[in-house]
């Protein structure tokens, strides 16, 4: 079974200071992963998504994240943050790594970002 | 804006009741997906369909269900609903329903509340 875990629930970074959102998984399987980003009171927005065409994914608003098959980790991160990016961020894996399987996400349980002036 | 539309965006009904959440996937996409979101069970997978089929089901309760029609927008039914009901549930669509091309986009949500 496929399965994420977020390290932190919450992380609060000043305004311009790197972000690093930690993420491990577990997967039978070369796993899909993704990030997704929800701002308050609305949906779900992908940010990026690992396919093992690269192990450094570039997303958007400036977001990258880094596959490291040996660690099992997918963390996120950004130079520099901005205010606008607070919001909670998902990390997700595909069920659908699995040959044959169904393509359902399973979700990790979110880390909320403080971004301070 | 993903291009899935969910309708409507809130829902206040009363315990015992049924309700219909209706979501139209992004133009070309075959797969619809739905997911609910609360503060005890953070977002989990209900249910899939794929070009009108169940493909796949996930935590999904036997008083939900759900179908997707020959147009691919889909319908989640909730029937004698319980306060727990109460949540976010998302709709997302994807091109097929498999691993390949399985970037999954998603609408906006209805949120329920369950009085």
């Known amino acids: 079974a496929q399965s994420v875990t977020q390290l932190d629930s919450h992380v609060s970074v000043s305004e311009g200071t790197p972000v690093l959102l930690r993420c491990n998984y577990s997967?039978?399987?070369?796993?899909?992963l993704f990030w997704y980003v929800q701002h308050p009171n609305k949906g779900l927005q992908l940010l990026l998504k690992?396919?093992?065409?690269?192990?450094l994914v570039k997303g958007i608003n400036g977001f990258e994240a880094e596959f490291k098959k040996s660690e099992t980790s997918f963390h996120l991160t950004k130079p520099s943050a901005h205010m606008s990016d607070a919001a909670e961020y998902f990390c997700v894996v595909s069920e659908g790594s699995e040959r044959g399987a169904t393509n359902k996400l399973i979700f990790g349980t979110g880390t909320l970002l403080a971004v301070q002036p | 804006d993903s291009g899935v539309t969910q309708t409507p965006k809130h829902l206040i009904t009363a315990t015992g009741q049924r309700v219909t959440l209706r979501c139209s996937p992004r133009?070309?996409?075959?797969?619809v997906y739905w997911y609910q979101q609360s503060l005890d069970q953070g977002l989990q997978f209900l249910i899939q369909?794929?070009?009108?089929?169940?493909?796949a089901k996930g935590n999904i309760l036997e008083r939900f269900s759900a179908q997707q029609f020959p147009d691919l927008h889909s319908e989640l039914n909730l029937s004698s609903l319980e306060l727990g009901d109460s949540a976010l549930y998302f709709c997302?669509?994807?091109?097929?329903?498999?691993?390949?091309?399985?970037?999954?986009?998603f609408g906006p949500g209805t949120r329920l509340t369950v009085l």
């Open positions: 997967s039978s399987y070369s796993p899909s």
């Open positions: 133009s070309g996409d075959l797969s």
């Open positions: 997302a669509s994807s091109r097929t329903g498999t691993w390949e091309y399985n970037e999954q986009f």
């Open positions: 690992y396919t093992s065409a690269a192990t």
């Open positions: 369909y794929y070009n009108g089929e169940e493909r």
